[in-house]
T-cell receptor, first 113, second 112 residues
Framework: AQSVTQLGSHVSVSEGALVLLRCNYS??????LFWYVQYPNQGLQLLLK??????LVKGINGFEAEFKKSETSFHLTKPSAHMRDAAEYFC???????????FGDGTTLTVKP | DAGITQSPRHKVTETGTPVTLRCHQT?????MYWYRQDPGHGLRLIHY???????DKGEVSDGYSVSRSKTEDFLLTLESATSSQTSVYFC???????????FGPGTRLTVL
């Protein structure tokens, strides 16, 4: 069984500040891990993914995430927030062969000017 | 964007009526999924398909059925819509060689 916990349903940062969105996972097999972003009235888009290669994964729009097996975490960071980063972010975990993903409940990121 | 369309994009219906949502892809991906998105619940898997005529239930399948007679189309049917099925429905596709999913634009369904 796999599960994902996103800590904090809402995160608010000032423009230019560090963004940190937290995700912890549970999986019985080595996981695939993903971060997706959803802008208002749109579907989800892949931000980045971990597939057992490098533990530090770089994604689009300046985001990156670090896989920490000992902490079962896959937190998403961005050094400097921009207004366009305001969106909802979802962490997801997938078994390596099954195809299905389990999604967290999402974190809404607000960026203040 | 991946070639995924959903129809209709918006629908308002009444309790007890049947509703069918369509997902169409032009990517020839083998796997297809239907999710519903509700505030505070993230995305929850309704049904999924690993190929033509190969479908299975997800975590919230009660009240829903699906069909996949062609690789490109995945239909979600609410046999008798209820107000609890008011939601935004997303279709997604993927390939077994990688697990990331590509999402459609969503269908906003309101059941009165």
């Amino acid at each position: 069984a796999q599960s994902v916990t996103q800590l904090g349903s809402h995160v608010s940062v000032s423009e230019g500040a560090l963004v940190l969105l937290r995700c912890n996972y549970s999986s019985s097999v080595p996981p695939y891990l993903f971060w997706y972003v959803q802008y208002p009235n749109q579907g989800l888009q892949l931000l980045l993914k971990y597939t057992s290669a490098a533990t530090l994964v770089k994604g689009i729009n300046g985001f990156e995430a670090e896989f920490k097996k000992s902490e079962t975490s896959f937190h998403l960071t961005k050094p400097s927030a921009h207004m366009r980063d305001a969106a909802e972010y979802f962490c997801a975990v997938s078994d390596s062969n099954a195809g299905k993903s389990t999604f967290g409940d999402g974190t809404t990121l607000t960026v203040k000017p | 964007d991946a070639g995924i369309t959903q129809s209709p994009r918006h629908k308002v219906t009444e309790t007890g009526t049947p509703v069918t949502l369509r997902c169409h892809q032009t990517e020839n991906h083998r796997y297809m999924y239907w999710y519903r998105q509700d505030p505070g619940h993230g995305l929850r898997l309704i049904h999924y398909s690993y190929g033509v005529k190969d479908t299975d239930k997800g975590e919230v399948s009660d009240g829903y059925s699906v069909s996949r007679s062609k690789t490109e189309d995945f239909l979600l049917t609410l046999e008798s819509a209820t107000s609890s099925q008011t939601s935004v429905y997303f279709c997604a596709i993927s390939e077994p060689s990688y697990n990331e999913q590509f999402f459609g634009p969503g269908t906003r369904l309101t059941v009165l």
